[in-house]
T-cell receptor, first 117, second 108 residues
Framework: DTGVSQNPRHKITKRGQNVTFRCDPISEHNRLYWYRQTLGQGPEFLTYFQNEAQLEKSRLLSDRFSAERPKGSFSTLEIQRTEQGDSAMYLC???????????????FGPGTRLTVT | ELKVEQNPLFLSMQEGKNYTIYCNYSTTSDRLYWYRQDPGKSLESLFVLLSNGAVKQEGRLMASLDTKARLSTLHITAAVHDLSATYFCAVDGEKLTFGTGTRLTIIP
C-alpha cells in the first residue's frame, strides 16, 4: 500500500500526559499537512511542511503542540500536557508540488483518533 | 480569512430522489475539492475542480464550479442508500479550508 499511513490509529490517554503521533506520507510527496477534526465539524488546518521546513502554523496550534519532519519524510505531531479539548481525529495529508510551486491534490491518511480522559 | 459554507447541514432523502448540496466560499480560488467521509473514517476524495465552469461526474454524483459566483454544487441523482455519508467541500489555498459538511441520509 503506497498511501498515507498514520500511527497509532487510536490513542486513549489521561489528561496531562504527552502523546505523539506519526505520519508517513506518500513517498514522492514533498508536502505534508496536519489537520484536526472534532466531532461534527470539518477538518481544520494545523500546520504544513514542505520537505523538512515547517511553512505555516495555525493559531489553533498552541504552545503544547509541536510538529516535526526532520528528514523531509515522515512527520510527528506531539501534544504535551493533553487536555480533554484535545480529543479529536488528527488527520495527515500529503501532496506534491511542481517546479513552479503549483500544489497538487492532497491525499489523506486514515487518521489518529485521540481520546483524553 | 477564507470562509467556506455548505448547505444544507443535514439532508434526509428518499431513495430515488434528486438533490443538490451547495458550497459557497468567500475569497477567490480556482480549485475546489469534494470529499466523502463515512462515520469514524478518513476522507475519500470525490472530485477535484480546477477551473471556472468545471463539471465532473462519477456515477450518481456530479460536481460543478462557478468561480465568479464562488459557488460549487454537488448534485445527487436517483439517490441510493450507499450514498449516505458526510460530504465536505474544501477550497485550496496553501492549505485546505473545509466547509461545515453536509450529513446525508438516504431513506429507503
Amino acid at each position: 500500500d503506497t498511501g498515507v499511513s498514520q500511527n497509532p490509529r487510536h490513542k486513549i490517554t489521561k489528561r496531562g500526559q504527552n502523546v505523539t503521533f506519526r505520519c508517513d506520507p506518500i513517498s514522492e510527496h514533498n508536502r505534508l499537512y496536519w489537520y484536526r477534526q472534532t466531532l461534527g465539524q470539518g477538518p481544520e488546518f494545523l500546520t504544513y511542511f514542505q520537505n523538512e521546513a515547517q511553512l505555516e502554523k495555525s493559531r489553533l496550534l498552541s504552545d503544547r503542540f509541536s510538529a516535526e519532519r526532520p528528514k523531509g519524510s515522515f512527520s510527528t505531531l506531539e501534544i504535551q500536557r493533553t487536555e480533554q479539548g484535545d480529543s479529536a481525529m488528527y488527520l495527515c495529508a500529503s501532496s506534491s508540488t511542481t517546479g513552479t510551486g503549483r500544489v497538487y491534490e492532497q491525499y489523506f491518511g486514515p487518521g489518529t483518533r485521540l481520546t483524553v480522559t | 480569512e477564507l470562509k467556506v459554507e455548505q448547505n444544507p447541514l443535514f439532508l434526509s432523502m428518499q431513495e430515488g430522489k434528486n438533490y443538490t448540496i451547495y458550497c459557497n466560499y468567500s475569497t477567490t480560488s480556482d480549485r475546489l475539492y469534494w470529499y466523502r467521509q463515512d462515520p469514524g473514517k478518513s476522507l475519500e476524495s470525490l472530485f477535484v475542480l480546477l477551473s471556472n465552469g468545471a463539471v465532473k461526474q462519477e456515477g450518481r454524483l456530479m460536481a460543478s464550479l462557478d468561480t465568479k459566483a464562488r459557488l460549487s454544487t454537488l448534485h445527487i441523482t436517483a439517490a441510493v442508500h450507499d450514498l449516505s455519508a458526510t460530504y465536505f467541500c474544501a477550497v485550496d489555498g496553501e492549505k485546505l479550508t473545509f466547509g461545515t459538511g453536509t450529513r446525508l441520509t438516504i431513506i429507503p
